[in-house]
Each structure stands twice: as C-alpha cells, then as structure tokens.
C-alpha cells in the first residue's frame, strides 16, 4: 500500500535516523602500524597528477558494479525536482533536526567541490506541511541569499550549542539568527513570504513522489534513491549513478 507523507511525518520524525551508523575504526597493534608504515616508506610515490580535477576525483571514488534494490532503488516514474537542461541532478532531502544530516554535512561538503560542472547538487529540506518552519528556513535563507550565514548555523545551534531545540518557533530562530549576522528583518519577510508556500509545496511533493523514507536521502535525476550502509558508500553510490547518466546523455 502506497502511504502518504502527511500520514509519514511523525514516522518521519523518527525515522530521519534510520541510516546505518558509520562502521567503526579498527586499530591494528602497534607492531603491525610499524611494519606497514615501514613498507610504505620504500615504496616511491604514485604520480596522482591525473586525479587532480574535480571530474576524475569524483570518478575515483565511484562505486562500480551497482546493484539495484541493494545500492538504490529505482522510483516509479521518477521525476526531478527541476528541468535538467543537461546537467545531472543530485537532491539532497534533508532536516535541520537530523542528527544523521548534521553529521553527513561535512561529508556533504567536500564531496560537492569535487563534483563535475555538469552536475547540480539541490538541497531540499524535508517538508511536514505548509507551516513547517525549520523548511521554511532554508528556503529563505536561499530566498535571501544568506545560505552561507544560516545552513550551517542551524545545524550547529541545533546540535552542537544546543541554543535552538529542534521545534524552535519561527520567532526564536529568527532571533537566534539575528545574533549570528543574519538579516532577520528580509528573512522574517521571506519565511512569511506567498511564494514560500509554493516552495513548501514544490518539496512536499518531490518528497512524496521520490517515495523518501528518512533523511538523509540522496535522489538522482528524480529516477534513483540511493540506499548504502554509510555515509561514505552512499556518496560513492551517488558518484556511480552520476557517471552512468552523464554516460547516457552523452550518447
């Protein structure tokens, strides 16, 4: 049975952190370090020249050999959020309130400065309806062109100071941000704009029809939503299902 995404949001809400947790480190015993480390000192050094652009380091670190069902899914009439006009498109669907996206960030942003220019990367926060006002926030940060001074000041007032809760009002976080720098007056404008509830809209229904579960979620080209057991597969997943379409519209 299909299951609507009003009828998901408080599933939402729980299972924004159903992604697997990172595998842990394995510390090998000293004498095993010291053997290895010596083996490497002898070994000259690869000529990694041709790994230098964004395009090939993007390639490099593509998973080969993608399995449907088990590396992503393939949505049913899949769709974009915008025209492609050539370009691959990569949406993130994500929430300020996630702890899984506040820790795949990072990730998040050293992966889009290797992305080749034919790509567009969209983040898209995850939207519980018209009056969800931790989505309105990203939009009008971007509305504003205040991205810079608000994304990452979210994240971190959410889950790093512990300065906004993760149902703080509109009326908290515009304060919150007005410390940080942020034009609160354009963005108080923007959160309560009219053409805020057609970008609501816009994401709500890209959420639905993508069929996303969780966040965080990864969709390329509207047509595939990436699974992966990490952080790290799930960008490599992505760098494969980008070369496979960038192959196919070259063709």
């Known amino acids: 049975m299909k299951r609507h995404l009003p009828l998901l949001v408080p599933f939402l809400l729980l299972a924004a952190c159903n992604k697997t947790a990172e595998a842990p480190v394995v510390v090998a015993p000293a004498d095993e370090v010291a053997a290895e480390n010596a083996?490497?000192?002898e070994t000259p050094a690869a000529d990694t020249s041709a790994a230098t652009t964004p395009e090939v380091a993007a390639e490099t670190n593509a998973k080969s050999n993608l399995v449907e069902n088990v590396?992503?899914?393939?949505?049913?009439?899949?769709?974009p959020l915008q025209p492609l006009d050539g370009k691959v498109e990569v949406v993130e669907v994500f929430a300020y309130w996630c702890g899984h996206c506040f820790s795949f960030e990072p990730s998040i942003e050293a992966w889009k400065k290797k992305l080749p220019a034919d790509v567009r990367f969209t983040p898209v926060p995850l939207s519980g309806g018209p009056n969800d006002t931790m989505a309105?926030?990203?939009?009008?940060?971007?509305?504003?062109?205040?991205?810079?001074?608000v994304h990452n000041t979210m994240f971190n007032a959410i889950h790093?100071?512990?300065a906004l809760p993760p149902n703080a009002s509109a009326e908290?976080?515009?304060a919150?941000?007005?410390?940080?720098?942020?034009?609160s007056?354009?963005?108080?404008?923007?959160?309560?704009?009219?053409?805020?509830?057609?970008?609501l809209g816009q994401g709500?229904?890209?959420a639905q029809r993508s069929g996303v579960e969780g966040t965080p979620t990864l969709i390329v080209n509207g047509k595939y939503r990436i699974l992966g057991k990490s952080h790290d597969e799930q960008l490599q997943i992505a760098n494969g299902l980008i070369a496979q379409e960038r192959a196919a519209g070259a063709k």
Do not use: H
């Open 160 to 162: 790093v100071e512990r």
């Open 136 to 149: 309105r926030v990203y939009y009008a940060a971007e509305t504003t062109g205040q991205i810079d001074k």
């Open 39 to 41: 083996a490497v000192a």
């Open 71 to 79: 590396d992503y899914v393939v949505i049913p009439n899949g769709q």
């Open 172 to 174: 908290e976080i515009q």
């Open 176 to 183: 919150y941000l007005g410390k940080k720098g942020v034009d």
């Open 204 to 206: 709500f229904q890209f």
């Open 185 to 199: 007056k354009t963005f108080a404008q923007a959160m309560n704009s009219f053409a805020m509830s057609a970008r």
